[in-house]
């Protein structure tokens, strides 16, 4: 079975600086997979190059959402089709009442197309879900994010991602800024929800930290580095990078990106690889 | 047809002539005929307001044909549209659909000037409260008309336009509140132009006596057409010591509609007044709102939402002004404008020498949804008190692109997105109406504009 997401050598620019240089991943359904890296190192734009922010520019490299062009997708049609991404730092709209933008968004995915989800069948659903994450249904009657604490907002994308039941999601750095119950509860509602799911959910985990690794087990994990997938592996990986940090793999990486220049033929040094297309 | 036949004045336009043969046909005392020729005089001794004035330079009134307009015309309604009118002002109050009378106070409709239903609880007459078109009250209370129309709180001698409602004024609402009475359901009534080349001058007169309460609904509205039609209007609130106030004007005219208007209240000792002001209709709209805060300890929430389409001009200069110590007012205009639309926004806080302990806050927000649109924002302060809180912002702006795409990565597209944003937008002025059939009411006009247009 082809992987439902395929990233091939995607670069990636933001005002005219390239930040993924080559990025190349496969997921598919029922898989999790962690993405780590140091700050800088492109994880966020790739998150956000997959659910189509405006503000990156792929300028080479193609994405494929089982099996379609997923870059010539406007966000909304990418959201429609199963691709979700729980932002890093979501933005709060004022105004905008929280349970009418989720009704909303739930008709669409389902593919409501005159009419909304009946209220009924929406309260129900809601409510349910409301429990799974520790949230208070009072959380419905406010704005979009405004004035939610932190982990009141992390819990509230993580609530999208129930509701929604995409079968691929992006959770960015969902654990970050968290303390650690904070980080227990996010993380058993998204492992909750994934065995739910019974294999039809996919998962791309980005995170600057292990800790969430303790609860939440991915079958792979990459590490991003300078705008690239350098090293990938078990696991295992995770524990290694949480005791060694992230200069071993830097180091390495100085030494192939030296070679490459001289050479341009594929290189490893240790860990590190690069596959130069 | 159904309607009123009595002030039909067929292709009179508005003159000297026109006045007197209306003022007889009506067999109006002699003191208002005598004040309408007043007025008329002053009408053409005083000068058509234009660009040479800081109140109209971007307000452009030349593209009115105000000599080829007809006074009044025939108010008469077609059947059906009286029908599918009486279902949208029952729907404001939150009856559902059927007669179920008791959610309003009072009903009274009027056709350009004449009236076309009118309805009110047995409860409201035996508490001595009147509630009537403006000529049943100069018929049956001429006294307290005397007393009160356009002498204390607007006057004729003010500008052109207050000059010529009025000579002509005719039409609109008197609602007389007895001292402690309260009423809790809301009074409507609305205004229906029928006909182009109409002009109407309906004028409102509340007079709140001292710790009485009251919510009154005015709707304004016109049938269309090719040419122009045009409301001059007055609205007089005055409201005794304690009175609580609430008065919502809605714009919902044709796009053939002209509006020159002046909503003024005048507060007593501890009065509230709460006025919202809801544009969505009119070709050139200009509406004056102000609050004069005269008794100390009153208050003033002054609302409003307008949405630009098309080519729309509004207007509003809002004046909140502070007389006595211990005053308080709160302004919130908000307003979106697409396509080509133009508004203008100028607020002036006035605290007089004494006004100490004053709060006076005044915020206009613009949301700007093409490139071809445009809001103009002033702010103005004359503060003569030197112990009081007064802030004031304004500002113009578009859409945050960011709100957007959070709302498309979940599956909006771009246009449910936009019209989501627009919505919330307005909640923050909504929110604050205690009347859940108007907020309803109010958010589906903006649907409306919003469906409109393209995006």
């Not at chain 1, 969430?212 to 792979?220: D, E, G, S, V």
């Not at chain 2, 356009?150 to 000579?167: G, N, Q, S, T, Y």
């Not at chain 2, 307003?335 to 607020?347: E, N």
Request: some cysteine; charged content about 25%.
């Amino acid at each position: 079975m082809t992987a439902d997401l395929i990233v091939r050598d995607l670069h990636v620019a933001v005002e005219e600086k390239v930040i993924l240089k080559g990025v190349n991943l496969e997921l598919k359904k029922g898989e999790i997979h962690a993405l780590m890296g140091p700050n800088g190192s492109g994880k966020s734009t790739l998150a956000n190059v997959l659910m189509g922010n405006p503000f990156y520019q792929v300028i080479k490299g193609e994405v494929l959402f089982k099996g379609e062009d997923l870059l010539s997708m406007s966000p909304d049609e990418r959201a429609r089709k199963g691709l979700f991404i729980a932002f890093q730092y979501p933005v709060s709209i004022p105004g905008v009442s929280f349970a009418s933008f989720l009704r909303t968004a739930v008709s669409a995915r389902r593919g409501y197309e005159k009419e909304l989800m009946p209220i009924s069948e929406f309260q129900k659903l809601v409510r349910e879900k409301l429990g799974l994450l520790q949230l208070d249904p009072s959380i419905l009657t406010r704005y979009v994010n405004d004035g939610f604490s932190g982990g009141e907002k992390k819990r509230a994308e993580i609530l999208q991602l129930a509701m929604l039941e995409p079968e691929v999601a992006i959770l960015d750095e969902t654990d970050s800024g968290l303390d650690i119950d904070g980080v227990k509860v996010v993380a058993e509602g998204i492992q909750a929800l994934y065995e739910r799911s019974q294999g039809n959910l996919g998962i791309l985990l980005i995170t600057h930290y292990s800790r969430i690794l303790k609860y939440i087990r991915p079958h792979t994990v990459h590490v991003m580095f300078d705008g690239r997938l350098v090293v990938s592996g078990g696991p295992d990986l995770a524990e290694e990078l949480d005791a060694r940090g992230y200069d071993w793999i830097r180091e390495q990486y100085a030494v192939v990106t030296a070679e490459i220049q001289e050479t341009g033929a594929v290189r490893r040094a240790g860990k590190v690889f690069w596959v130069q297309h | 047809m159904v309607g009123d036949s009595r002030t039909q004045l067929v292709a009179a336009q508005l003159t000297r002539e026109t006045l007197l043969a209306l003022s007889k046909q009506l067999r109006e005392p002699e003191w208002l005929q005598k004040r309408r020729l007043e007025a008329f005089d002053l009408y053409q001794q005083l000068p058509m307001p234009g660009p040479h004035l800081e109140e109209w330079r971007r307000t452009d009134l030349s593209g009115l044909a105000l000599d080829s307009l007809t006074p009044y015309g025939q108010g008469m309604i077609l059947e059906d549209e009286l029908r599918r009118l009486i279902a949208f002002l029952k729907s404001l109050t939150g009856a559902p659909e059927g007669d179920r009378k008791e959610e309003w106070a009072g009903l009274l409709v009027q056709g350009s000037s004449g009236v076309l239903l009118q309805d009110q609880s047995e409860a409201l007459k035996a508490q001595g409260v009147l509630f009537m078109d403006l000529r049943s009250a100069i018929r049956e209370v001429p006294d307290l008309l005397q007393e009160y129309l356009m002498v204390r709180c607007i006057r004729p001698d003010e500008d052109k336009f207050r000059a010529l409602h009025a000579a002509f004024l005719a039409g609109g609402t008197f609602l007389y509140v007895p001292r402690g009475v309260e009423i809790a359901l809301p009074l409507i009534s609305s205004v229906w132009i029928e006909g182009e080349g109409v002009a109407i001058f309906p004028h409102t007169l509340v007079v709140a006596e001292s710790q009485s309460k009251v919510t009154l609904i005015e709707d304004h509205r016109s049938s269309g057409g090719e040419a122009q039609a045009f409301s001059a209007g007055a609205v007089e609130l005055i409201l005794g010591d304690g009175a609580h106030v609430r008065y919502i004007s809605l714009g919902n005219w044709a796009l053939n509609t002209w509006e020159v208007s002046t909503i003024r209240g005048i507060l007593g000792r501890d009065a509230t007044l709460h006025t919202l002001v809801a544009s969505f209709g009119g070709n050139v709209v200009k509406v004056n709102v102000e609050s004069i805060l005269q008794g100390q300890g009153a208050t003033s929430e002054m609302l409003g939402v307008f949405f630009g389409t098309g080519r729309q001009h509004f207007d509003f200069h809002t004046l909140q002004e502070h007389q006595s110590p211990h005053t308080t007012s709160d302004l919130l205009y908000k307003g979106a404008l697409a396509d080509r639309a133009y508004s203008v926004f100028a607020g002036l806080i006035r605290a007089h020498y004494g006004a100490q302990k004053t709060n006076a806050f005044q915020s206009n927000r613009n949301l700007i949804l093409s490139d071809g649109a445009r809001a103009d924002s002033m702010p103005k302060l004359e503060i003569m008190a030197n112990d009081l809180r007064c802030t004031h912002g304004a500002s113009v702006s578009r859409i945050d692109e960011e709100y957007i795409f959070y709302l498309m990565s979940r599956g909006l597209t771009r246009i449910q997105a936009v019209h989501m944003i627009v919505d919330g937008f307005f909640s923050e002025v909504l929110d604050r109406l205690p009347l859940e059939g108007l907020r309803e009411g109010l958010r589906e006009e903006i649907t409306k504009k919003m469906q409109g247009r393209g995006t």
